[in-house]
């Protein structure tokens, strides 16, 4: 679980990072920069890359630590957060198939094309955005978990 850890903290840093990469490619949209569009979209892309590396290697310790003899609040708590880590890979599909249509198709001179990119970029933002608040509910449910066994087994 330690070493699962460690692989979440590396997504949470690279998630900020991602965070800064969308304020900056919202505002390069804004100004139909499209050198800045692609450029921060090939970022965008390798960060992703990077963070469902450690994603997938975070959900093989966390099934790891599953398979051991644990108790049944532990291994409930182990699925939340296994739930909530898919769902940040399947946010960070959505967000790197974005990205990969900016950095492939951006063509600001070409406004029917330009509106269609944007589009696409925008519904995959909104079902990132919305996958990422439903994987911070299973962490969060973890959590909560997770604090409850520990209160219990003191108060035994």
């Given at each position: 679980?330690?070493?699962?850890?460690?692989?979440?903290?590396?997504?949470?840093?690279?998630?900020?990072?991602?965070?800064?990469?969308?304020?900056?490619?919202?505002?390069?949209?804004?100004?139909?920069?499209?050198?800045?569009?692609?450029?921060?979209?090939?970022?965008?892309?390798?960060?992703?890359?990077?963070?469902?590396?450690?994603?997938?290697?975070?959900?093989?310790?966390?099934?790891?630590?599953?398979?051991?003899?644990?108790?049944?609040?532990?291994?409930?708590?182990?699925?939340?957060?296994?739930?909530?880590?898919?769902?940040?890979?399947?946010?960070?599909?959505?967000?790197h198939a974005a990205a990969r249509v900016l950095r492939d198709n951006y063509d600001p001179k070409n406004a029917q094309n330009r509106d269609k990119v944007k589009a696409e970029f925008?519904?995959?933002?909104?079902?990132?955005?919305?996958?990422?608040?439903?994987?911070?509910?299973?962490?969060?449910?973890?959590?909560?978990?997770?604090?409850?066994?520990?209160?219990?087994?003191?108060?035994?």
């Amino acid at each position: 679980v330690e070493e699962a850890n460690f692989e979440l903290k590396k997504i949470r840093e690279l998630y900020e990072q991602n965070e800064g990469k969308r304020q900056e490619l919202k505002s390069a949209l804004e100004t139909d920069n499209e050198a800045d569009v692609k450029r921060i979209a090939t970022e965008v892309v390798q960060l992703i890359n990077e963070g469902t590396n450690h994603g997938n290697t975070a959900i093989d310790k966390i099934r790891e630590a599953g398979d051991m003899q644990i108790n049944e609040q532990y291994k409930e708590y182990l699925r939340l957060k296994e739930e909530a880590l898919k769902k940040q890979l399947e946010a960070f599909a959505q967000y790197h198939a974005a990205a990969r249509v900016l950095r492939d198709n951006y063509d600001p001179k070409n406004a029917q094309n330009r509106d269609k990119v944007k589009a696409e970029f925008d519904s995959r933002s909104e079902k990132y955005r919305e996958l990422m608040e439903k994987a911070r509910d299973n962490s969060s449910q973890a959590n909560e978990l997770y604090k409850d066994t520990v209160r219990q087994q003191r108060q035994h």
